[in-house]
């Protein structure tokens, strides 16, 4: 079964200052990763995704991710935080096997952006 | 920019009653989902759709759950009979294609059952 954890419930950062939100997983064969917004009572937006090719990807909102195989990992990094960025952030993955595989979701973590 | 939406936002219903979450999923996608989120905890999937069948469900959605396509452009959850713990929100989500792509999610429906 596939499994993604997020150890920090919460992260603090001050504005201006880079941060990382971590992500581990776990699933049979190759991954495809995924990192989403949740900004309150509001739905989930994509914020980035590794499916193959480059380790570092880059999506929406100046934010980055490292993918890092052999620690299973797939870290959120943004340079410079803003103190819009403060919300939820759930990593996700989906297996390989099943053409309409589910994401499986962390726990989620909070960030905190403060001036 | 194509959007899932949802409707209703929130919806308050008495124990026992039966409920139907409504989504309009993206219009060219091909894969439907529905997740729910009990507040403040993680986001958990409930059923995935293609092909006008579920592909797969989790321990979740039990019998007391139904999903139905009843035209070409809505999807629906249907909740039998609800329960106190059904309390959630649900998420509505299609992709365009399978594995290797994003799921876009609706705004959810706040469910509250009394």
Known sequence: AQSVAQPEDQVNVA???PLTVK???????NPYLFWYVQYPNRGLQFLLKYITGDNLVK????FEAEFNKSQTSFH???PSALVSDSALYFCAVRGPTGTASKLTFGTGTRLQVTL | ????????SHQVTQMGQEVILRCVPISNHLYFYWYRQILGQ???FLVSFYNNEISEKSEIFDDQFSVERPDGSNFTLKIRSTKLEDSAMYFCASSPRGQGTEAFFGQGTRLTVV
């Open chain 2, 42 to 44: 993680k986001v958990e």
């Open chain 1, 76 to 78: 959120l990094k943004k």
């Open chain 1, 23 to 29: 992500c581990t997983y776990s699933v049979s064969g």
């Open chain 1, 59 to 62: 999506g929406s909102y100046g």
């Open chain 1, 15 to 17: 504005e201006g200052n």
């Open chain 2, 1 to 8: 920019e194509p959007e899932v939406t949802q409707t209703p």
